[in-house]
């Protein structure tokens, strides 16, 4: 038999070496600071969504675009990189996160912090829209992960993933004593879409920044975002 799989969902994964507690310390800070955003974090703290701008945050800024060049190229994608915006999560014992996409993003992450045992897994579900009108009953055991409905992915600190903004994610409650800290972003592509009408209200240039940043400011609620 002849069998070939096309059209799949790509979820992307890197592991950092980043300082996660002082990141840590600086976000439990900016949350005592700020009161933060409703979306849609529920019983936990979203920040503000521009967190790509503070100076404490740019060596995660770097990695996040070193990650994002290698799935650029992975997808054949032409032009450069853009960080739409970031932000970071605080879901407290309780706190998760409602099923959601990212709109007018290409692509959506996740970069783990702090992530007790039982704090929360990120579920993704198969974004086929006539896939649960069909329910077949399979043989007992493991099926391979191309039969999935979807994937539970166990949250691990120092560890960013990256899937296609339209992906249908959610958190998980923490079921811990602690806190679960998180950080979110969208990358779009320089010039289309989202990014060329901001273009035409303000572009935020940082010096300092990568080869191929541009950082921009959120035009109401053009940029959607949420928690991972």
């Keep these: 038999m002849i069998k070939e799989g096309f059209f799949p969902t790509l979820i992307y994964a890197e592991d950092f070496k980043l300082d996660i507690n002082q990141m840590a310390q600086n976000i439990i800070q900016w949350s005592k600071e700020d009161s933060g955003l409703k979306k849609t974090n529920r019983n936990g703290w979203h920040s503000q969504t521009n967190m790509h701008e503070k100076p404490e945050y740019k060596p995660l800024v770097d990695e996040l675009f070193k990650m994002v060049h290698q799935v650029f190229e992975e997808e054949w994608l ?3 990189p853009v960080l739409g915006n970031m932000w970071a999560n605080i ?3 309780g706190g998760y996160n409602l099923p959601h996409v ?3 993003a290409l692509f959506s992450g996740v970069y783990y912090i702090k992530t007790p ?3 929360g897994r990120l579920i993704c579900n198969d974004p086929r829209p006539g896939i649960q009108t069909c329910m077949p009953t399979r043989k007992k055991g493991q099926p391979p992960n191309y039969l999935w409905r979807e994937v539970h992915l166990q949250p691990q600190e120092n560890r960013a993933i990256m899937f296609p903004a339209w992906l249908w994610h959610t ?3 923490n079921m811990s004593n602690e806190n679960r800290i998180s950080v979110s972003f969208n ?3 320089d010039g289309t879409g989202v990014d060329t009408v901001i273009d035409e209200y303000k572009n935020i240039h940082k010096p300092n ?3 191929g940043t541009k950082v921009l400011l959120d035009v109401g609620d053009m940029l959607v975002y949420s928690g991972c």
């Design 209 to 211: 920044a990568p080869k």
């Design 91 to 93: 879901n407290p014992p």
């Design 171 to 173: 958190v998980e409650p």
């Design 78 to 80: 032409d032009k450069e």
């Design 102 to 104: 990212h709109p007018n």
């Design 187 to 189: 990358f779009i592509q």
């Design 117 to 119: 045992p039982h704090s």
